[in-house]
């Protein structure tokens, strides 16, 4: 509910939402996609492997640094395959399914990659040229990304960065497979030569649950409402931004 809350409020989504680009496509089936990893960790079901992988290939069909969410998926078949030993090749055959469901989701959705792999490749490398590891000196571009996230998302981006760093601190299964996909994304899209939120909305779902839960986990179960009601005044300052 905490994390709907901050979807719903969120200056930066509903901002890049308000135009025709292909992020918030995106932020939603790779936020769809770790949910299905959060399952396969603890259920370990096949149908989150198959559904997980559909998701994620039509993620990263839509923009590339989706391909992220990939390593949330290899964190939680871990986890299962540590909780399951006894399982066998059955868990090792439920990964190779989801990935090839997810390979075979990326080529539907750019069927190109197929068709013409050399140019695609070749533009793709491209794109990666521009995406080098870069530090120039006294610069510190992690820093910068965060203090963009605590501007534009204020009390909320605070949150989310202290549930990130609680999750660290928690380490339950939820915990290591959001992280897996958050903080590799953060810190290899952090090196970028150019900053800028956009190239990890999709990532802002995720540490708005992890900073929600961090609210909930610190009020006893029978002060729910008083955490809920905590939330919804912290997202007040984004609402009202929408409204101006």
């Known amino acids: 509910l905490g994390g709907t809350l901050f979807t719903a409020c969120s200056t930066t989504l509903i ?14 089936l790779a936020t769809a996609a770790c949910y299905c990893w959060v399952d396969i960790a603890q259920r370990g079901r096949r149908a989150s492997y198959l559904l997980g992988g559909l998701l994620a290939g039509l993620a990263i069909s839509t923009k590339y640094n989706a391909g992220l969410v990939l390593v949330g998926l290899v964190a939680a078949h871990v986890l299962r395959w540590r909780q399951e030993r006894g399982a066998g090749g059955k868990i090792h055959l439920d990964l190779l399914l989801g990935s090839g469901i997810a390979l075979l989701a990326f080529v539907a959705g750019s069927p ?98 992890l900073g929600a839960r961090l609210v909930f986990d610190h009020l006893r179960e029978e002060q729910g409402i008083w955490g809920l009601a905590l939330l919804v005044l912290i997202s007040l300052p984004n609402a009202w931004r929408q409204v101006e």
């Open 15 to 28: 901002g890049y939402a308000r135009f025709a680009l292909p992020e918030m496509t995106m932020a939603l």
């Open 112 to 209: 190109y990659w197929a068709l013409s792999f050399g140019e695609y490749y070749q533009a793709f490398l491209n794109v990666q040229s521009n995406t080098q590891f870069t530090l120039a000196p006294s610069s510190w571009p992690w820093l910068a990304l965060l203090k963009s996230l605590w501007s534009s998302e204020l009390a909320w981006g605070v949150v989310g960065t202290v549930g990130c760093a609680y999750a660290l601190w928690r380490r339950r299964s939820a915990d290591w497979v959001l992280l897996a996909v958050l903080l590799p994304g953060f810190l290899y899209v952090g090196s970028w030569p150019k900053t800028s939120l956009h190239y990890l909305i999709f990532l802002a779902p995720l540490a708005g649950l």
